[in-house]
């Protein structure tokens, strides 16, 4: 299972410390280390941009819910607002609540979506059926997967095959080209 964006210096202390189990996809970083006095051969390190660890993270598996952002929230939704369908920059959209915190909606990702401004502004602190607005897509709660794309790194070709492996085959990432 994918579980988190390291940097090179992690992949490293990982390799030296024995916890990788395996390597795969292209090779990011050589790494080269100190000389050995006694055989006078310098050490390499070659950091691949997947590394699977031994052991397991049992925090990822059953009720895992990812920490809502405003990054990830405006990438799940294609930086699209859910109500007029325009495409926005991150500074100009915001955290729209589907049911209004006034009205006893939580901050959770099935109830919060993108929404420009001035759609925000409009709907203010109604329901979109109060509000005469129509969602247009269905919030959903990210997996760990989709989290970790989610979280906005640039993302290589074979770090975004394993990671759409590990999407569900309903997830609304799949069927959308990927930023």
Same mark, same amino acid.
């Given at each position: 299972?994918?579980?988190?964006?390291?940097?090179?210096?992690?992949?490293?202390?990982?390799?030296? =410390?024995?916890? *990788?189990?395996?390597?795969?996809?292209? +090779?990011?970083?050589? &790494?080269?280390?100190? !000389?050995?006095?006694?055989?006078?051969?310098?050490? %390499? +390190?070659? &950091?691949?941009? !997947?590394?699977? $660890?031994?052991? $397991?993270?049992?925090?990822?598996?059953?009720?895992?819910?990812? @920490?809502?952002?405003?990054?990830?929230?405006?990438?799940?939704? =294609?930086?699209?607002?859910?109500?007029?369908?325009?495409?926005?920059? @991150?500074?100009?959209?915001?955290?729209?609540? %589907?049911?209004?915190?006034?009205?006893?909606?939580?901050?959770?990702? *099935?109830?919060? *979506? $993108?929404?420009?401004?001035?759609?925000?502004?409009?709907?203010?602190?109604? $329901?979109?059926?109060?509000?005469?607005?129509?969602?247009? =897509? &269905?919030?959903?709660?990210?997996?760990? =997967?989709?989290? !970790?794309?989610?979280?906005?790194?640039? +993302?290589?070709?074979?770090?975004?095959?394993?990671?759409?492996?590990?999407?569900?085959?309903?997830? @609304?990432?799949?069927?959308?080209?990927?930023?």
């Amino acid at each position: 299972m994918p579980m988190e964006w390291i940097n090179y210096q992690q992949a490293v202390r990982l390799y030296h =410390a024995g916890q *990788v189990a395996y390597a795969c996809g292209s +090779v990011l970083y050589r &790494v080269h280390g100190g !000389i050995n006095a006694r055989t006078g051969r310098r050490s %390499v +390190v070659e &950091v691949n941009s !997947i590394l699977a $660890t031994h052991g $397991t993270n049992k925090a990822i598996h059953g009720g895992y819910v990812p @920490p809502l952002n405003n990054a990830a929230l405006f990438r799940r939704d =294609a930086f699209l607002c859910l109500y007029c369908g325009e495409r926005f920059r @991150p500074h100009d959209l915001s955290r729209d609540h %589907v049911t209004p915190l006034s009205q006893g909606g939580a901050d959770h990702w *099935v109830n919060v *979506v $993108t929404a420009c401004k001035r759609c925000n502004n409009h709907k203010a602190g109604h $329901t979109p059926e109060q509000a005469g607005m129509q969602l247009l =897509a &269905v919030p959903f709660v990210p997996t760990h =997967a989709e989290y !970790i794309y989610l979280q906005g790194r640039r +993302v290589l070709a074979d770090q975004m095959e394993f990671l759409q492996a590990h999407f569900p085959r309903s997830s @609304p990432l799949r069927r959308r080209p990927l930023q």
